[in-house]
């Protein structure tokens, strides 16, 4: 079992930077690959980006790749995703999942996740 809680969330203007991080519990950390995506009200929880176990590789939307950024310390339990440039656009809630099977087939699926976090607004204004 793997609990995982984000933080970092906020309103930030067009143009900023935030950091989020996701906490997890567990000694089995650093076994999993883990993921961030997002959500707006009434679409589809969406893939933002993912990092292999020991974050050797890592694979990113088309729509931030450039601007975020995803790294994990696996002494630390933690998965953070620097977020950069961002647009009004990037404004969503955004989830840290955890996922116990091979980064580069199941890696985009929301589906293949085996934890999620509950979640933290990032807001971008314009």
């Known amino acids: 079992q793997v609990q995982l809680v984000e933080s970092g969330g906020g309103l930030v203007q067009a143009g900023g930077s935030l950091r989020l991080s996701c906490a997890a519990s567990?000694?089995?950390?650093?076994?999993?690959?883990m993921g961030w995506f997002r959500q707006v009200p009434g679409k589809e929880r969406e893939f933002v980006a993912a990092?292999?176990?020991?974050?050797?590789?890592?694979y990113y939307a088309d729509s931030v790749k450039g601007r975020f950024t995803i790294s994990r310390d696996n002494a630390k339990n933690t998965v953070y995703l620097q977020m950069n440039s961002l647009k009004p656009e990037d404004t969503a809630v955004y989830y840290c999942?955890?996922?116990?099977?091979?980064?580069?087939?199941?890696?985009?699926?929301?589906?293949?996740?085996?934890?999620w976090g509950q979640g933290t607004q990032v807001t971008v204004s314009s």
């Open positions: 990092i292999s176990w020991n974050g050797a590789s890592t």
């Open positions: 567990g000694r089995t950390f650093s076994s999993y690959v």
């Open positions: 999942a955890a996922l116990a099977g091979s980064f580069f087939i199941a890696r985009i699926r929301t589906d293949a996740y085996n934890y």
